[in-house]
Nanobody, 120 residues
């Protein structure tokens, strides 16, 4: 199967920066889309940013110009650089990967989540 390990969350002051990482491992043949979602307390999970295998990116309007998603295909890793953080960015951030396994199965895999808290 495929496993995801996230890292990089934490506490940061408003205006600060954090970089999230998500590494995929396991029986991977290829990875198609990769993305980040977040869920704030009392709210539904929402899309933050996605990146295709070709590098095409998509962002939620609320993070455009502040967040940058990127990927390293040699490491099966996706990153989220978050600048200009605001208190409303506080949430648990989840990595999402669309993978094809060595057995030819198409899987959608979620990370365990990493907490980002923006507060003074």
């Amino acid at each position: 199967q495929v496993q995801l390990v996230e890292s990089g969350g934490g506490l940061v002051q408003p205006g600060g920066s954090l970089r999230l990482s998500c590494a995929a491992s396991g029986s991977i043949f290829s990875i198609n889309g990769m993305g980040w979602y977040r869920q704030a307390p009392g709210k539904q999970r929402e899309l933050v940013a996605t990146i295709s295998s070709a590098g095409t990116t998509n962002y939620a309007d609320s993070v455009k110009g502040r967040f940058t998603i990127s990927r390293d295909n040699t490491k099966n890793t996706v990153y989220l650089q978050m600048n200009g953080l605001r208190p409303e960015d506080t949430a648990v951030y989840y990595c999402n990967v669309l993978a094809v396994t060595m057995a030819g199965r198409y899987l959608e895999v979620w990370g365990q989540g990493t907490l980002v808290t923006v507060s003074s």
